[in-house]
């Protein structure tokens, strides 16, 4: 096995043990890929982020067959639609965290972007958020669907189920997931309060000086 490939695996174990010490993973919820030149790595089905043996990550070839190790995320299929619909992007990580589900819980209005910019971290890491409609966990229509949303938007929120976020690392990922969270968390915080969110222009200035991947 190459290096990057090992480095891939050990980073997958540590960020999903770091993400469900910190309860945004728990039970067998949740799943994390990484591109690689030949294929992807995901996580195993029916596994805990908690408890990852590098070993036992599956990898995958660029159309979606298994090559090595367990059983493949059943979500293996919208990792890989998500890298076809942002193929600058190199990692995917989808959660059931919390806050970010009761969001995808909610009727909203639109689907075409379903929290507002309420802080400057927000729009640098995630900057939008297009809610896909339900399909059950696994259903191949689910991954067709967000492959179909905006590319210019990394992060998805699949109706009564999670977000799914890529990035051009797993770091950058997981960065953009988190900060997703916590908005979610402050949104539904802020729900009874008379909220002033950031402006268009203060929008546009942090996407210019801060030139967020697209
Ligand atoms: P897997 O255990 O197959 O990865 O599924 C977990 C999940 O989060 C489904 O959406």
Redesign the pocket.
């Known amino acids: 096995m190459n290096p990057e490939e090992t480095r891939a695996r050990e980073a997958m174990t540590a960020h999903g043990r770091a993400l469900f010490d910190r309860g945004l993973a728990h039970g ?4 994390i890929s990484i591109r690689l030149d030949d294929g992807y790595l ?6 805990c982020l908690g408890r990852l043996d590098p070993a036992d990550i599956a990898k995958l070839d660029m159309a979606g067959a298994p090559v090595s190790g367990k059983p ?4 293996a299929f919208l990792h890989l639609m998500s890298y076809r619909r942002r193929p600058q992007d190199k990692a995917v990580v ?3 965290s919390t806050h970010a589900v009761a969001v995808a819980c909610m009727d909203h209005p639109s689907t075409e972007d379903v929290l507002p910019p309420l802080t400057a971290y927000y729009v640098m890491r995630v900057g939008k958020l297009p809610l896909a409609p339900y399909f059950p ?2 259903d191949e229509r689910l991954a067709r669907a967000v492959a179909e949303m905006d590319a210019d938007a990394r992060a998805v929120l699949l109706a009564n ?2 977000p799914i976020v890529s990035g051009p690392s797993l770091d950058g990922a997981v960065y953009a997931i988190e900060e997703l969270e916590e908005t979610a968390k402050l949104f539904l915080m802020l729900r009874s309060e008379t909220v002033r969110p950031l402006t268009k222009a203060q929008v546009a200035a942090l996407n210019e000086t801060f030139n967020r991947t697209k």
């Open positions: 067998t919820a949740g799943n995901v996580t195993p089905t029916n596994s493949a995320s059943k979500e989808h959660l059931h966990p696994g189920h999670g």
